[in-house]
Structure formats: structure tokens, C-alpha cells
């Protein structure tokens, strides 16, 4: 592999030049024809994912070093789907946790565009405002009491503000204290259909630059 660095009008840029057997080249070529693009945006696609894991030989990472597994979005709802609501939220906790550890390790995270990046990049769901700077959420990525316990955590990651995880579907209704508890700490707004917004979830203007 040889590496030679040039300057363009707004940032330096690093030519690799690497040598490959032909059946990677030929599944380079079918990358190729199979999204529309060229074979050097194939390449620079997977290069850039080394921003957000690590992939060897035999295994690929994060980049703190956990192991990783490849899992359809539809089952990874599914499975969610099976656990009672408290237990979504625990596990929303758990992985916007997972998600801080990272940008922890990075020095970003208080980088809200970082760590929406990297969960697009891990697969969990696509990095989407509105015009106001809402993050919009998908309702694919799982049920709505994980994805509250998880965007709550994800952007309140200090241990102080701690997700209620009484805020059940069953007990907000029952409940007019809880329910006035659960209006104010998740603010949930109504932004675009099948998807989840929130008034503490928003990218400001200089993070959308």
C-alpha cells in the first residue's frame, strides 16, 4: 500500500493506492453497478465507516473495543417487542449508555451530530431533522417506550437526570401526577407521522452547519 497526500482548495486530502485480489475487485465492480455510483465512492463508503467501528478479519467492533453482531432492524423490534414496557425503557438506558460510552472515548460527547452519526452508521436508524432542528426518530427502530428511555438518555447523559421508568403506558393514564411528570420531562411533540420527535431532541443551527 503507498500513500501520497496533496492539497486542494479547502482541505488536504490522502491518496491509497492498494493492491487487491480479483474476486474483491469483481464485488467492488458489482457494488458498483448495483447502487449507481463509482467504484472510488464504494471504496470511500466502507473507509468511512472506520470512523464509527472497527472491522477485522474475523469479527467487527465498536470502537470501544465491545464486540458487535449484524441484526435485521425488523428483528431487533421484534425482540423488543416481546419485553414488558419497564423493560424496554431499561434497555433504551443501556444502549443510549452504550452509545455515550463511545462518544465519551471520542472527547465528543457533548456532539449531538457525532452520536447521531454514529448510530446511523451502527444501523439502529437514519439521522433525520425537520426544518425547526427536531430529530425526528423513526418508529422502526423499536417501541415507543424504548425510544423515550433511549433519546432521554442519549441527550441527558449526566447520572443526575435520571429516565422514570414508572412512565408506563397504563400508569400515565392512571395516573394524572404521572402523566403531568411524563409531559414535562419527555415533552413528546407531534413533528411527522411514524416518527418520534421531542422537545429536549434538537440539533441547533450551528450543529446543522
Do not use: C, W
Not at 23 to 35: A, S
Not at 61 to 73: A, H, M, N, P, T
Not at 156 to 174: A, G, M, S, W
Amino acid at each position: 500500500m503507498s500513500k501520497n497526500t496533496r492539497a486542494d482548495d479547502k482541505t488536504k486530502k490522502t491518496v491509497l493506492t492498494v493492491r487487491i485480489d480479483e474476486d474483491l475487485d469483481q464485488v467492488l465492480d458489482d457494488l458498483r453497478l448495483k447502487r449507481g455510483i463509482s467504484k472510488a465512492s464504494v471504496i470511500r463508503n466502507f473507509l468511512e465507516m472506520a470512523k464509527y467501528v472497527i472491522i477485522d478479519t474475523g469479527s467487527i467492533r465498536s470502537l470501544d473495543e465491545r464486540d458487535l453482531i449484524i441484526l435485521k432492524r425488523k428483528m431487533f423490534r421484534k425482540l423488543l417487542e416481546e419485553y414488558e414496557e419497564r423493560d424496554q425503557m431499561e434497555f433504551g438506558i443501556k444502549l443510549a449508555r452504550f452509545i455515550n460510552d463511545i462518544a465519551r472515548l471520542q472527547g465528543r460527547l457533548d456532539d449531538l451530530e457525532y452520536k447521531l452519526n454514529l448510530i446511523e452508521h451502527l444501523g439502529f436508524f437514519r439521522k433525520k431533522t425537520d426544518a425547526e432542528g427536531y430529530i425526528i426518530i423513526s418508529n422502526r427502530f423499536g417501541p415507543k417506550k424504548f425510544i423515550e428511555a433511549f433519546t432521554y438518555k442519549l441527550i441527558n447523559y449526566d447520572p443526575d437526570k435520571k429516565y422514570d421508568i414508572t412512565f408506563t403506558e397504563e400508569q400515565i393514564e392512571d395516573s394524572s401526577r404521572t402523566k403531568k411528570s411524563y409531559m414535562n420531562t419527555i415533552q413528546p411533540v407531534s413533528r411527522v407521522a411514524t416518527y418520534y420527535s421531542y422537545e429536549f431532541a434538537k440539533l441547533d443551527e450551528k450543529s446543522k452547519e
